[in-house]
């Protein structure tokens, strides 16, 4: 944990990908046990929700261009600056030369990049479902997200 201003942060174990995409997730998940009246409230900014999981996907798939532009920017910058840091695992406090950053393994980064997809289209389903989206705008959300479509999920009861 550390402090920010006098706030304290605790500090996350998954990259800003993972996080964004978690909290947008959960989120997206509450929308789909709410209420009908409150859920029209969030249709109203449909169109928000639907750019933030734009935003949260496009975070995603960015990751390994940035992580790349990260670990070489840092292995430059340590190689040009003869750079070392100390083990603290060691009693003695080793020098070491820099160590490079470590990249989030692929399927830690698909499985929450997969679950706000399952979200986000939980959330429009419903929202069809109770006749506050019709079959298009659904259509439309899901392609712009790249979403498949169920079929039997368009059959109103």
């Known amino acids: 944990m550390f402090l920010f ?3 304290p942060v605790q500090e996350s174990p998954f990259a800003y990908s993972i996080d964004l995409a978690n909290l947008l997730t959960a ?3 509450k929308f789909t046990t709410l209420n009908r009246h409150q859920l029209a409230g969030h249709v109203a900014n449909l169109d928000f ?4 999981a734009r935003h949260a996907l496009e975070v995603l798939d960015g990751y390994q261009v940035r992580f790349d532009r990260l670990k070489a920017a840092q292995t430059q910058y340590a190689s040009c600056h003869q750079t070392t840091e100390f083990s ?3 009693p003695c406090c080793t020098k070491q030369h820099a160590s490079v950053p ?3 393994p692929g399927d830690e980064r698909s499985r929450p990049r ?3 997809c399952d979200a986000v289209y939980r959330f429009l389903v419903r929202c069809f479902r109770e006749r506050l989206i019709d079959e298009t705008r659904l259509l439309e959300a899901c392609e712009l997200l790249k ?3 169920e079929s ?3 059959n109103l009861r």
């Open 5 to 7: 201003g006098d706030h």
């Open 27 to 29: 989120q997206l998940t």
């Open 49 to 52: 929700w639907l750019a933030e």
């Open 88 to 90: 603290h695992d060691d």
């Open 102 to 104: 470590k990249r989030i």
């Open 114 to 116: 997969r679950q706000l």
């Open 147 to 149: 979403i498949s479509v």
């Open 152 to 154: 039997r999920d368009l």
